[in-house]
């Protein structure tokens, strides 16, 4: 009976308690003003609702359709689909990371530079980390990364001669982790010839999954320790590795690798005035997930699109094959840079398919004097906003057609020596700031080369039969996964795919895959 009255008291305090915050969310609340779902005005569970269905970015595209330009999706944030917004939000001096990223910081004792809330200590961060993802750096990688991309062509070869099918997914997140193991910590993952370490894209899914949906609804967050105990196995086997990284590289001497490490050897352990040495696990952590994930959904997707459109694949077939003599001449230069045509091919993909899909919610800092203005409307204090990178990339008023691969609408701004257009205003994959991806250099030298070398070797298109459907949307598919000429992808933070499945023919002007970068 004690137990019964105790219930019914805590009712009888708590329902009062609700219905006050339910009333003034309904009468008082100032975002009220601003359309969206009715479940969003209310509770936080309405955006957690879709992350775990990992199509967040999709319902809130079909939202900007049904609502306007500025949604609320939470009781306290607000979503734009502006190019103005874009820029208001991100470019502020005085405009911080949400609060939502605190949710993203999972265990680590420090934050990493993508999910620190600090501007100062993001520019610190920024300011010892930032070097090693720069074009500068990506100059002397190259040979490395040149290497790592000709085990790849010959993964490539192999399957070209016995006739099989390539998952595109599973070979560009290989190459991925192959790269960004050796540029962090001179690791060797080897993931694109041998077994061990290919357990971490499953890893690194989960992992940003996690961070995703505690990102739209904090309370989950209570669910971290039951849901590490469940996967116990997996979890002390990626902290094991990290582990056997950090401790194989500070074994050797600083400059045994040209690497992150090196960059930053000196520094660890002095504090403000450098890293601190626990730092260097949640960097470590963040250069595997962001460097070996995101580059490969970009280079998927891109393998995806031009399968599907003959016209850019043999117009880009064509220059790639008329502008180098032999595969040694594909390496960074001028004769790379001149390929236009890639570059368009590249920055299309990255529209179609941003590899980051989460919404980066922003918030004013406490001490701001000023209003905060985002696009016209004066943001309450302690609201949440941001910009769906997947809805303003597919925006019809900056990109017209947006469902359709079309190459051909960036040949015209790369000519153009003016000010730039609203569409290249509103292109923004790597974000824009000072939180822009600091591995916007690495990105595009990994795609051109890995691009621009395949198709100097090879010819491709779909498997045939179902397997060649993989990574298509379906006609009536629900949660906006009803076309089929858009490569799918997941919103887990970045984004997870699978596919496509590729059969790769060898040409036999291609030559002999081998040659380094020079």
């Known amino acids: 009976m004690e137990l019964l009255h105790s219930v019914v008291y805590g009712i009888c305090v708590l329902f009062p308690v609700l219905l006050f915050i339910k009333v003034y969310h309904a009468l008082f609340d100032p975002l009220n003003q601003y359309p969206g779902p009715f479940l969003a005005r209310y509770t936080n569970a309405y955006g957690g609702y879709y992350a775990i269905k990992k199509c967040l970015h999709l319902t809130t595209y079909q939202n900007f359709q049904r609502y306007g330009p500025v949604i609320r999706q939470a009781p306290n944030r607000l979503v734009f689909n502006t190019v103005t917004a874009l820029h208001d939000i991100y470019l502020s001096p005085t405009v911080t990371k949400g609060e939502a990223y605190r949710s993203s910081q999972l265990r680590a004792k420090y934050p990493s530079i993508i ?55 599973e070979r560009c997140q290989r190459l991925g982790l192959d790269i960004i193991g050796l540029l962090s910590f001179g690791y060797e993952f080897n993931t694109q010839t041998q077994e061990p370490f ?44 990290i582990t056997s990284i950090i401790k194989a590289r500070t074994a050797k001497p600083k400059d045994a690798h040209y690497d992150l490490y090196s960059m930053v050897a ?43 459109n003959p016209i850019a694949y043999a117009t880009l077939a064509s220059e790639i094959r008329s ?29 179609m398919a941003p590899p980051s899909l989460t919404i980066l919610w922003r918030e004013a800092e406490a001490d701001r004097k000023e209003p905060f203005i985002v696009d016209g409307h004066v943001i309450p204090r302690g609201t949440q906003v941001g910009i769906s990178l997947y809805s303003l990339l597919h925006n019809p008023e900056y990109f017209p057609d947006p ?14 020596e003016g000010p730039p257009s609203v569409m290249r205003k509103a292109f923004a994959p790597f974000l824009i700031g000072d939180r822009a991806c600091a591995g916007r250099a690495m990105a595009y030298l990994e795609m051109s080369l890995t691009l621009a070398r395949t198709y100097w070797h090879f010819d491709f298109e779909f498997a045939p039969g179902e397997a060649g459907n993989l990574g298509r949307g379906k006609a009536g598919g629900v949660y906006g996964r009803g076309r089929p000429d858009e490569y799918q992808l997941d919103d887990i933070f970045v984004a997870a795919h699978q596919g496509p499945n590729l059969v790769f023919r060898e040409r036999e002007e291609g030559g002999k895959i081998g040659v380094k970068a020079q």
Not at 403 to 409: G, I
Request: glycine share 8%.
């Open 266 to 308: 000196d520094l660890i352990g002095k504090g403000q005035d450098g890293l601190y040495r626990g730092e260097l696990w949640p960097e470590a952590i963040l250069f595997i997930i962001a460097g070996g994930t995101t580059t490969a959904t970009a280079m998927s997707a891109m393998f995806f699109y031009l399968a599907q």
């Open 403 to 416: 469902f359709t691969f079309s190459p051909e609408r960036w040949l015209d701004e790369q000519d153009d």
């Open 115 to 169: 999910n620190v809330i600090d501007r100062d200590q993001h520019r610190r961060k920024r300011k010892y980390i930032g070097p090693a993802l720069s074009a500068r750096s990506m100059r002397s990688f190259e040979p490395v990364m040149g290497e790592q991309i000709d085990v790849f062509l010959k993964a490539l070869l192999d399957s070209a001669r016995a006739g099989y099918t390539l998952n595109m997914t």
């Open 198 to 241: 290919r357990f971490l894209p499953g890893i690194i899914d989960a992992m940003s999954w996690r961070i995703s949906i505690y990102m739209q609804i904090p309370l989950f967050k209570f669910m971290e320790t039951p849901l590490l105990w469940i996967g116990k196995k997996q979890v002390i086997k990626f902290g094991d590795t």
């Open 323 to 351: 502008t180098f003599a032999s595969a040694d001449e594909i390496c960074s230069g001028p004769q790379l840079t001149g390929c236009k045509y890639l570059r368009a091919c590249i920055d299309e993909t990255l529209r």
